[in-house]
């Protein structure tokens, strides 16, 4: 165990202040919620929902449920990357970098105490898990690839949030009513159009298991129910800004939500949704405005539709929040001094309004033979920003570093160009470390300063959900029940790992990150996935799991009777 502070006085205060501190409270008389959902915009904060606020020309359609704000620490790390920040939403425990739902490495920061052997790299139970187990319809929506950091905390377990095939593996196991997003290629085998080296075509498997596959806004609108994998792009979705003229058959952010509202909200028990708002991080990663204002503003409409429904239905619980900030936005650079007097509102706003193009796509315009005159024009085109020719020049030698580094070219555009023709600035490339705005709305709706694990408690409190039985009930480490002899990962088939347990002379088969339990010669389905924590070299198993391997009745639950 890490103790760098246990004889500072000082320091302790703090450890017990930044740790143990939970600072939520619950409404008075606040009552369970039926239906939850948690709407992410990745990757902002307070100053880019006040940019997107005087675009709109109206209040965001959460503004007035403002609650508080959310501490986004990590383990490991004082600026959070999105696979920790969503893991502590969706499963109320603190992790690492990089980390998709599963627990910290032994390297945490002063403030964090370093975790125990039996949590480390441990699988973490999520919300949206508890969810289906208590019988609830689940869903998930984003802009990205739904294998993205985001996305997968709710719904996958891996110490590497770039193994997007393992990802999509679980997801696809998970058995969720409502998934919506990119990511085609990450069903389908390399060479058959898709990016999978496992040999497997998941299309086929989603199939067998009654899913249905729509690729675009035509098909989404005539679902009537799930289950369904709505995959509108081979990877990410478009920026809304790129959408209209590159893929008008992309479904918006808002058509997704409201869908997938309309699929789960029948379902007797409620149901948990989970979107994000994806790209909203990647425009402030570029430092790009147009793509910035069209994807919160796009996001703002979800919110609506979501609020929308919890408006009129009094048992759901509505939380709207980032998992970090990103590009140290700010209204007000170097360039324009200390004061806006004498930028009039209109004057401030019309940069903005003549942005036609995400960064991205107006570099991208310009083609490989690049000259300051045609940057010039393409800036003039896409952004409607009359630029100098110096200027210009300047643009194309700055795009070149980025080269250089190895980065996109385009991350010139913003950085250069918004200091010098707009009044809006930024600070980075990277994340930020502040607080983030906390939206709620509904009953269990937490209010205060919050830890980022406590949105995972508030959302297994208002639907009744215990996040540590829900743990002992689908994580069970496999060789301390049946003996680390008796287990075993096969690696034969190394594209598609085994684990076989030995038990009372027979063999159980457990295919990875599947929930599949071959015994006596049968498959049967089992209420998780079976999780492969490498870097400690054990494998994870439901309960359910365990007592059949065992031989236990087993009752309408699925638990032993
Ligand atoms: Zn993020």
């Known amino acids: 165990m890490k103790n760098r502070f246990s004889s500072n006085a000082i320091a302790a205060f703090i450890v017990i202040l930044c740790v143990s501190a939970s600072w939520y409270s619950f409404a008075e008389g606040?009552?369970?919620?039926?239906?939850?959902?948690?709407?992410?915009?990745?990757?902002?904060?307070?100053?880019?929902?006040?940019?997107?606020?005087?675009?709109?020309?109206?209040?965001?359609?959460?503004?007035?449920?403002?609650?508080?704000?959310?501490?986004?620490?990590?383990?490991?790390?004082?600026?959070?990357?999105?696979?920790?920040?969503?893991s502590a939403y969706a499963t109320g425990v603190r992790t690492s970098s990089r980390f998709v739902s599963v627990g910290p490495g032994p390297e945490t920061i002063e403030s964090v105490p370093a975790p125990g052997p039996e949590m480390q790299f441990k699988p973490l139970a999520t919300v949206l898990e508890g969810a289906r187990l208590m019988g609830k319809a689940t869903g998930i929506v984003s802009t990205s690839s739904v294998t993205h950091a985001t996305p997968a905390a709710y719904a996958a377990h891996t110490g590497r949030r770039d193994d997007v095939e393992t990802i999509m593996l679980q997801m696809v196991h998970q058995r969720i009513d409502v998934v919506f997003g990119g990511g085609k290629d990450l069903l389908l085998i390399k060479g058959a159009d898709g990016k999978r080296g496992d040999d497997e075509d998941l299309t086929v498997e989603l199939k067998e298991m009654g899913y249905k596959i729509v690729e675009n806004r035509k098909e989404m609108a005539e679902l009537r129910k799930g289950p369904v994998f709505g995959m509108f792009a081979a990877g990410h979705m478009d920026a809304e800004i790129d959408r209209?003229?590159?893929?008008?058959?992309?479904?918006?952010?808002?058509?997704?939500?409201?869908?997938?509202?309309?699929?789960?909200?029948?379902?007797?028990?409620?149901?948990?949704?989970?979107?994000?708002?994806?790209?909203?991080?990647?425009?402030?990663?570029?430092?790009?405005?147009?793509?910035?204002?069209?994807?919160?503003?796009?996001?703002?409409?979800?919110?609506?539709?979501?609020?929308?429904?919890?408006?009129?239905?009094?048992?759901?619980?509505?939380?709207?929040l980032s998992d970090h900030n990103t590009g140290g936005f700010s209204i007000g650079n170097y360039e324009m001094g200390r004061i806006f007097s004498g930028v009039s509102q209109e004057a401030f706003l019309a940069p903005f309004r003549r942005m036609k193009k995400s960064a991205s796509i107006l570099w991208k315009g310009i083609g490989d033979e690049k000259s300051a005159d045609k940057v010039k024009k393409a800036v003039l085109e896409g952004w409607g920003m009359d630029i100098t020719l110096a200027d210009a020049e300047q643009l194309l030698l700055l795009a070149g570093d980025y080269k250089k580094k190895g980065r996109a070219e385009h991350l010139a555009l913003g950085r250069f160009l918004c200091p010098r023709y707009t009044h809006v600035g930024w600070s980075t490339h990277g994340h930020t470390g502040g607080d983030v705005p906390l939206h709620a709305f509904g009953p269990g709706k937490p209010s205060g300063l919050l830890d980022g694990p406590d949105i995972g408690r508030v959302c297994a409190k208002a639907m009744g959900l215990s996040l540590e039985r829900l743990n002992d009930r689908l994580f069970v480490d496999a060789g301390r029940v049946f003996g680390d002899a008796n287990v075993k990962v096969d690696k034969s088939d190394q594209l598609n790992p085994v684990l076989r347990v030995r038990h009372a002379g027979k063999d159980a088969e457990l295919p990875i990150n599947r929930h599949w339990l071959i015994l006596d010669g049968k498959a049967r389905r089992m209420e998780g996935v079976v999780v492969y924590a490498e870097k400690k070299e054990k494998v994870y198993i439901p309960m359910q799991a365990v007592n059949m391997i065992r031989g236990r009745r087993l009752g309408n639950d699925g638990m032993v009777e």
């Not at 959902?37 to 006040?50: F, K, M, R």
């Not at 409620?270 to 204002?293: K, R, Y």
């Open 30 to 86: 606040a009552e369970r919620a039926k239906n939850v959902i948690v709407l992410i915009a990745d990757g902002c904060s307070s100053e880019q929902y006040t940019f997107a606020r005087w675009f709109k020309g109206a209040p965001l359609s959460f503004d007035s449920y403002r609650t508080g704000a959310v501490r986004t620490f990590i383990a490991d790390s004082i600026v959070t990357d999105s696979a920790p920040a969503a």
């Open 244 to 320: 209209p003229s590159l893929h008008p058959d992309q479904p918006t952010l808002e058509e997704m939500t409201q869908k997938a509202i309309e699929i789960l909200s029948p379902d007797p028990e409620g149901f948990f949704l989970m979107v994000e708002g994806s790209q909203i991080d990647w425009a402030c990663h570029t430092n790009d405005p147009a793509h910035l204002l069209s994807d919160l503003l796009a996001f703002d409409k979800a919110a609506e539709a979501a609020l929308n429904f919890a408006r009129k239905h009094g048992d759901t619980l509505v939380l709207v």
